[in-house]
């Protein structure tokens, strides 16, 4: 008697799980809608963190093309007679180097200038990540960042 029972059960089970799993082959539409929902939103994030690497990206190129402007004018300094005058003059390498910071930035702002005694120079260009600030150098061996953007015309970053 309880053998049979079992049995009973047992079949009564397993017909249920079988009916159930036959009939359940698929996803509801609302699972997929949560499934595809999550994926949109894990992918928007990491859209919005890669952007803002790539940004990151152009502000270290543009530190670096500045960087490379400081080297290429004491270069310049030396072998000129111990002046900066025509350091920026179209073809130099000097006004090259500043041409590429100014690209890598994506923006024409940015300014490249020489005191009048040609004894000091500075050079800036506007971050990516923040317009409203910009990277400096100078001939005195400054680099930094500006808070804002210069007015006028700067020898030496402030």
Not at 15 to 35: H, P, Q, Y
Not at 73 to 83: F, K, L, N, P
Request: proline residues 2%.
């Amino acid at each position: 008697m309880f053998f049979v029972r079992f049995v009973l059960i047992h079949d009564i089970i397993l017909a249920m799980t079988k009916s159930s799993i036959i009939n359940r082959l698929g996803f509801t539409l609302i699972e997929l809608l949560v499934v595809i929902a999550i994926i949109g939103l894990l992918s928007s994030v990491v859209v919005a963190l890669l952007n803002e690497s790539r940004a990151k990206g152009v502000d270290a190129a543009v530190k670096d093309n500045l960087v490379q402007l400081r080297n290429e004018a004491e270069i310049y300094y030396s072998t000129q007679g111990s002046v900066y005058s025509g350091l920026f003059n179209s073809g130099t390498n000097a006004s090259e180097i500043f041409t590429l910071a100014q690209s890598a930035s994506g923006t024409s702002e940015g300014v490249a200038s020489i005191a009048g005694d040609g004894q000091s120079w500075s050079a800036w260009v506007p971050l990516k990540t923040d317009v409203s600030k910009a990277w400096c150098v100078d001939s005195q061996g400054s680099s930094k960042i500006l808070d804002s953007l210069p007015s006028g015309v700067i020898t030496v970053c402030p």
